[in-house]
C-alpha cells in the first residue's frame, strides 16, 4: 500500500518517522514499512488475530514524498506522521542519553489518566520508550506536548501505543516538548506507565539522520549479527547496528518466542556489555512476538543487546545518526 504523505511533511524532506498500527487483522503476521520501489525482509510490527498493534519507525521516502506498507496478512492499517527530516534545514539535532534514563514508573509514583513528565530543559523534542502494565483492559496510551486538546482521554488523534489486558507493551515516540519543558501521555483505561529517554533534539544537537533502507542486523535464528542458537536469560552481547563513524542508530528490536514473560533492552555499547540496563526497548508475553522502534547512542557503530529472559532477538536497522 503506497501512503501519499503529501502536504504533511516540508519540501525537501529525504526521512520521516511514522507509527504503522494493524488494527484488528485477519491472522498472525507483521506489517514491513519501507521506501516504495525498496522492498525489504525486514519487519516494522508483529501482531495475532483481532490485536491492534502499533510501533514506530524512521525511514526514507521515495521521490515523490510517499512510503510503502506491506501487510502479511489482511488488516486495517493506521499511519500517524511524527516527524519529517529535512536535508539542510536548521531543525533540530540529536544527542543520545548515554545510557537511556528512567523519567517515570507509576508502579512507584501512582497511576494517573493524564502524566506531565519533565525532560531536559535545552530539548525541543524527546525520544521516549513508552511501557504500559498491568492494565485489565483494552487500552492505549498518548504523547504529546501537553496542549490542552490532546490531554482528554477520551479525545481523538493518534495513539502510541496499544495494549491488551495484562500485557506489558512498549512503543517509541519522538514528542515534542511543552513550553514548560515537559510532556504528557494520556492513557484511555487505567495502567501503569513507564517512560525512558534514550535521545533528546535541540537546535545545538550533535547529530544529523541519514536513513537507510531496513536492514536486518541481527537474527539469533540463523547466526546474523554472529550470535546463535538463542539469546540466553540474562545474556548481553554486543552487535554492530550502524557504520563505525554512528553515533546513534535507529531501528526496530523484535523478540520472538520468549520462553517467560520478560523484556529485551538495547543501550549503548562497552567493552563488556556487562550488567543490568535499568530501561526496557521491548516486552513480551511467553511464546509472543512484539517490535518495538529504538533510538540509541551506538559508540563504533554498536550496541548492546540484553535479554532478562530467554529469547529469539532481531534488530532490523532503519538509519544512523552522524556529526
Known amino acids: 500500500m503506497r501512503v501519499d504523505l503529501g502536504d504533511a511533511i516540508p519540501a525537501g524532506t529525504t526521512a520521516v518517522a511514522i507509527g504503522v498500527t494493524a488494527a484488528d487483522p485477519a491472522g498472525r503476521g507483521y506489517l514491513s514499512a519501507s521506501r516504495c520501489g525498496a522492498p525489504t525482509t525486514a519487519s516494522t510490527v508483529n501482531f495475532t488475530v483481532g ?55 507509576t508502579r512507584v509514583s501512582g497511576r494517573r489518566s493524564v502524566l506531565e513528565v519533565p525532560v531536559p530543559v535545552t530539548a525541543t523534542a524527546v525520544a521516549v520508550t513508552l511501557t504500559a502494565t498491568g492494565s485489565a483492559k483494552r487500552g492505549f496510551l498518548r504523547a504529546s506536548a501537553c496542549a490542552p486538546d490532546d490531554l482528554r482521554p477520551g479525545s481523538g488523534g493518534v495513539s502510541n501505543v496499544n495494549f491488551g489486558p495484562g500485557e506489558s507493551v512498549a512503543g517509541t515516540a519522538f514528542v515534542p516538548t511543552s513550553p514548560s519543558h515537559t510532556i504528557c501521555i494520556v492513557s484511555n483505561v487505567s495502567t501503569d506507565v513507564v517512560v525512558d529517554l534514550t535521545a533528546a533534539f535541540a537546535p545545538a544537537g550533535a547529530l544529523a539522520f541519514r536513513p537507510a533502507t531496513p536492514t536486518r542486523v541481527l537474527d539469533t535464528r540463523s547466526g546474523i549479527g554472529g550470535w546463535s542458537p538463542i539469546h540466553g536469560s540474562e545474556q548481553s552481547f554486543a552487535v554492530r547496528v550502524a557504520p563505525s563513524d554512528a553515533r546513534a542508530a535507529t531501528g526496530t528490536i523484535t523478540t520472538v518466542g520468549p520462553l517467560a514473560r520478560g523484556f529485551v533492552a538495547v543501550s549503548p555499547s562497552t567493552a563488556t556489555c556487562a550488567g543490568v540496563p535499568s530501561t526496557s526497548s521491548v516486552n513480551a508475553l511467553t511464546g509472543v512476538v512484539m517490535a518495538n522502534s529504538v533510538t540509541v547512542g551506538t559508540p563504533g557503530g554498536r550496541v548492546c543487546v540484553y535479554a532478562n529472559r530467554a529469547t529469539q532477538t532481531l534488530f532490523d536497522t532503519t538509519g544512523w545518526w552522524v556529526p
Open 51 to 105: 490485536q491492534s498493534r502499533g510501533a514506530m519507525t524512521v525511514m526514507p521516502v521515495d521521490a515523490s514524498g510517499d512510503v510503502c506498507v506491506y501487510a502479511h496478512v489482511a488488516t486495517d492499517v493506521v499511519v500517524d506522521l511524527q516527524g519529517a527530516f529535512v536535508g539542510g534545514g536548521t531543525g533540530s539535532r540529536l544527542t543520545p542519553t548515554s545510557p537511556p534514563r528512567r523519567l517515570l514508573d
